[in-house]
């Protein structure tokens, strides 16, 4: 196994200010761990980053196509969307057709995560509502399936409802843990949350894209839907959506709450998972950056967008540059050479 250093530092002036520790794992399709960092078998929960697994039982019900749902819905229904207008419009639409309405929601209301989004709300004076929290799309998939299945559409957020269940049982097909072994506890919307090992992250990710590879019809339709949909993933200046732009859709982006992050390299199905110690969003954008560059998946060279993330400036109340955000180190290409550092 490859052995890196993705730990990320803030800087101020020539120093040092603050660190963020990050663990991470790369996994072929074989399930075979090719690269890590720190522990890449960290226990932590997935949070949003299983979301493309959460839609798999209402597509294989056949639910999501009796709807008449298409590739929109997919992508919204995997997102942790930005709060935008048309994320809300499109969210709302779906619980029109399911004939439903935004109460009956599990997912609190939540400020638009992007930028654009908290700028229209705030400046329009619209009530923030159920349909701008980031997890919109999965909760209304979520009810689809709840009531596909002739299931009580209420309390499905919670653990031991079928809706639940049938998730959980979809992470530990796709993760390759048992079921039994799966941390289960509240995410931050409300549903269930599953906590497994790092490295089988990136093995779901890996034998997503895999399976998408070989013309399977449902990861291959979760795949297309957020790779052609990048918006829809994320929003305007959101991460995922840039990356996924930047590379044109040669990696597949998801991310999750407490520096968590998944992906999946499409053209060789190596999947990626990181997760910052601390739970620092700051620090997981460059440091999933970095990892990607390690795999030869991101070029040294990196498109503006990715290289402001990369080196993020930090900025004093008038505009000046004082420090930035950054991987604390270039990491070695391979174990032979060197193994990274540790503090």
């Given at each position: 196994?490859?052995?890196?250093?993705?730990?990320?530092?803030?800087?101020?002036?020539?120093?040092?200010?603050?660190?963020?520790?990050?663990?991470?794992?790369?996994?072929?399709?074989?399930?075979?761990?090719?690269?890590?960092?720190?522990?890449?078998?960290?226990?932590?929960?997935?949070?949003?980053?299983?979301?493309?697994?959460?839609v798999?039982?209402l597509?294989?019900?056949?639910?999501f196509?009796?709807?008449?749902?298409?590739?929109?819905?997919?992508?919204?229904?995997?997102?942790?969307?930005?709060?935008?207008?048309e994320?809300?419009?499109?969210?709302?639409?779906?619980?029109?057709?399911?004939?439903?309405?935004?109460?009956?929601?599990?997912?609190?209301?939540?400020?638009?995560?992007?930028?654009?989004?908290?700028?229209?709300?705030?400046?329009?004076?619209?009530?923030?509502?159920?349909?701008?929290?980031?997890?919109?799309?999965?909760?209304?998939?979520?009810?689809?399936?709840?009531?596909?299945?002739?299931?009580?559409?209420?309390?499905?957020?919670?653990?031991?409802?079928?809706?639940?269940?049938?998730?959980?049982?979809?992470?530990?097909?796709?993760?390759?843990?048992?079921?039994?072994?799966?941390?289960?506890?509240?995410?931050?919307?409300?549903?269930?949350?599953?906590?497994?090992?790092?490295?089988h992250?990136?093995?779901?990710?890996?034998?997503?894209?895999?399976?998408?590879?070989?013309?399977?019809?449902?990861?291959?339709?979760?795949?297309?839907?957020?790779?052609?949909?990048?918006?829809?993933?994320?929003?305007?200046?959101?991460?995922?959506?840039?990356?996924?732009?930047?590379?044109?859709?040669?990696?597949?982006?998801?991310?999750?709450?407490?520096?968590?992050?998944?992906?999946?390299?499409?053209?060789?199905?190596?999947?990626?998972?990181?997760?910052?110690?601390?739970?620092?969003?700051?620090?997981?954008?460059?440091?999933?950056?970095?990892?990607?560059?390690?795999?030869?998946?991101?070029?040294?060279?990196?498109?503006?967008?990715?290289?402001?993330?990369?080196?993020?400036?930090?900025?004093?109340?008038?505009g000046?540059?004082?420090g930035?955000?950054?991987?604390?180190?270039?990491?070695?290409?391979?174990?032979?050479?060197?193994?990274?550092?540790?503090?």
């Amino acid at each position: 196994m490859d052995s890196f250093d993705l730990d990320v530092v803030v800087t101020r002036g020539n120093s040092v200010e603050s660190f963020h520790r990050v663990h991470a794992a790369a996994v072929d399709a074989c399930d075979t761990l090719l690269a890590g960092a720190r522990d890449p078998e960290l226990l932590t929960f997935w949070r949003s980053c299983a979301k493309p697994f959460q839609v798999i039982p209402l597509l294989e019900s056949g639910g999501f196509d009796a709807l008449g749902w298409g590739e929109a819905e997919l992508a919204i229904a995997c997102a942790s969307h930005g709060g935008e207008p048309e994320h809300v419009a499109l969210v709302e639409s779906m619980l029109r057709s399911l004939g439903l309405e935004e109460g009956d929601l599990a997912c609190g209301p939540l400020d638009p995560l992007s930028p654009r989004g908290a700028k229209i709300a705030r400046e329009s004076g619209v009530r923030i509502k159920r349909t701008h929290n980031n997890c919109s799309g999965k909760h209304t998939a979520m009810l689809a399936l709840a009531q596909h299945n002739g299931w009580s559409i209420k309390g499905y957020e919670r653990a031991e409802h079928p809706v639940q269940q049938a998730m959980l049982n979809q992470v530990a097909l796709w993760t390759g843990v048992r079921p039994s072994e799966i941390d289960v506890a509240v995410d931050g919307c409300g549903a269930a949350v599953f906590g497994l090992p790092l490295d089988h992250m990136a093995r779901a990710y890996a034998r997503l894209g895999a399976a998408a590879a070989r013309g399977e019809e449902i990861p291959a339709r979760i795949v297309n839907a957020m790779t052609r949909n990048p918006f829809l993933v994320g929003g305007t200046d959101r991460f995922d959506s840039i990356l996924m732009e930047e590379s044109e859709g040669r990696i597949l982006s998801k991310v999750g709450a407490e520096g968590v992050h998944s992906a999946v390299i499409l053209d060789s199905s190596i999947g990626v998972a990181v997760k910052v110690e601390d739970g620092s969003p700051r620090a997981q954008y460059p440091a999933m950056i970095r990892f990607l560059q390690d795999l030869d998946a991101l070029p040294e060279h990196l498109p503006p967008r990715l290289a402001e993330i990369l080196h993020r400036p930090i900025r004093n109340s008038r505009g000046d540059i004082v420090g930035e955000t950054t991987v604390r180190t270039s990491a070695p290409r391979s174990s032979d050479r060197a193994t990274a550092a540790i503090v």
